[in-house]
């Protein structure tokens, strides 16, 4: 009996260690960032033409974004593939880069845009 609950103390100390372990990593910035659930996966390697995995339209992308902040307006939008997730990305007139589900129409995310990076970018190109 005694070296039973021994064992299970050690199982449950392993248990935390573990747990702790990818609490850490989550914290510290391991593996793709943003990281978040989402219904479609872009499998490898990425086909050329995303569109025919989404199971919404971009206008019902928009229509999500909109929902979620009233009163913006669609700057642009995208679909792309982040961090294996496809999502359409949609830029609008506050400032804020929504992240929608390209297969539930679920806002999944938001940011301050990145106006500067942007510009950069198309400068690059």
């Not at 992308?61 to 982040?82: D, F, I, R």
């Not at 496809?86 to 990145?114: I, P």
Request: aromatic share 2%.
């Amino acid at each position: 009996m005694r070296k039973r609950t021994v064992l299970v103390g050690i199982g449950a100390l392993a248990l935390l260690a573990l747990l702790g372990l990818m609490l850490s990593g989550a914290r510290t910035g391991a593996g793709q960032s943003p990281s978040y659930p989402c219904s479609i996966k872009v499998p490898k390697p990425e086909p050329a033409n995303l569109a025919a995995l989404a199971k919404i339209t971009a206008e019902q992308a928009m229509a999500a974004a909109q929902a979620a902040y009233p009163g913006s307006k669609v700057q642009k939008v995208e679909l792309e593939n982040e961090n294996g997730c496809l999502v359409f990305c949609v830029n609008l007139s506050n400032g804020l880069e929504v992240k929608v589900d390209a297969g539930t129409a679920a806002v999944l995310r938001h940011e301050q845009g990145d106006s500067e990076n942007e510009d950069d970018e198309d400068k690059e190109q």
